[in-house]
């Protein structure tokens, strides 16, 4: 069994400042990849924010069909900030002028790549396999996540920094890389 920290606010709300290693999945992608992501027995911590609101009892619901034990919930607010931290971003344009080596991990799932990424040093896991398939990604690189917006991006880079990886979100995701690419041409 273990114990996850779930912060349920914004992508762009987490990437600013978050306590260690909790991960970010607002509620309705916690309700979609947690069984995925997780493990029975799993027992989770909700962050909030005081003006968000939460479904609380869908949550529980769910967690106890799956196994699962929900914890307490409270707002970030609730915290002093000493000790938050913050999560990498990167722009597009920024990415895709890279020299060192590094990995772009793309998190969407086969059916929605549409738009390719750039294929330099890419590996393609879906975010619902992301943590059964973590020993695949090379140790020792900074890992850039990207998906189709850059929520569940952040979603990956939260859950590679617990894992004590080196976690930067592209923001925007493919669509502001694919804006970028045109134009350099």
Known sequence: MATHIIDLR?????????????????????LKYAKALFNEGDYFTFITSESLEVDFTRIQNQLKEWKMEMGESRPIESFTDTGFESLQVISAQDFLALTDDYLLLDVRTSEEITRPAPEKNLVHIPLAELNKELAQLEQGKPIYTLCGSGTRATVAASILKKAGMEAIVIDGGIAAVNEALSRKD
């Not at 914004?10 to 509620?27: D, V």
């Open 10 to 30: 914004s992508a762009q709300n987490f990437r600013a400042s978050h306590l260690p290693e909790s991960i970010n999945l607002n509620e309705n992608n916690f």
